[in-house]
């Protein structure tokens, strides 16, 4: 993806930033350019959450966070404002090399990633659940400030697609989150010809790709490890 601008020209003297995150052992970096999360791609996340697991006949929930809230491994995190509810969900993260104007079918989907890795969807649940008792939009409680914790993104070419791989996550060292990827409704293949019958997938789109059961609140002070098992880890805290 190249950096520069959609209307062409030079950039005016604003202290705007192309949000990035690192690629394992490389010196470039992995400019973002959409974040998009899928809800309820694990069956028993959804019914700790009271609701209905995504059925595959019918399209899964998506929704997105703005490209600058991710923040990298071993961040400290301070506890966002807004919320007394702050949750850790612990997602694979798919990272996108290639983009596509039309639908893309499942079969050809996985030719546009470039890689992948493991982070958190940190979300504010108390402004969830009012907004989804009064059906309104998860925007609040989704796309806030630094509520993308991500690990460096690992190249296909390293690490293959992992489909047999456990996503897991300790928090303060006690297990909290684990489930095999093989558990997910909605495979990455899948998820992508999806949000492609909705939008132009691009260069730079991360996908979130749903949390197992087990999410919980993340109080200040704690520490956090994520892992997608052979893949990458991300380690973190909520400041105190
Ligand atoms: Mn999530």
Known sequence: M?????????ACALPARIPAVPIRGRAEV?????????????????????????KPSEPPVFFMKPAD?????????????????????????????????GVVAASDA??????????????????????????????????????APLAP?????????????VISLRVNDRSVQSAPLAQ?????????HELSRLYDLRAGDLIFMGTPAGVGP???????????SGLATLDGAIGT
Not at 30 to 54: Q, T
């Open 69 to 101: 809230a991710v923040v990298g491994d071993g961040t400290t995190i301070p506890y966002p404002r807004g919320t007394s509810e702050l949750h850790h969900e612990v997602e694979l993260v798919v990272a996108l090399g290639e983009g596509s104007d």
């Open 110 to 147: 996985l030719e546009l990633v470039f890689g992948y890795s493991v982070g958190l969807d940190l979300t504010r649940r108390d402004l969830q659940a009012r907004a989804k008792a009064r059906g309104l939009p998860w925007d609040v409680a989704k796309g806030f400030d630094r509520s």
């Open 30 to 54: 992995f400019p973002v350019h959409r974040i998009y999360c899928v809800g309820r791609n694990f069956a028993e996340h959804a019914k700790e959450m009271g609701a209905a697991p995504s």
């Open 184 to 192: 997910m409704i909605f495979n990455v293949a899948d998820v992508l």
């Open 2 to 10: 190249s950096n520069t601008l959609l209307a062409g020209g030079q």
């Open 153 to 165: 993104i690992v190249p296909v070419t390293d690490c293959g697609h992992p489909v047999d791989a």
């Open 218 to 228: 993340l109080h200040p002070g704690d520490r956090y490890h994520a892992e997608v």
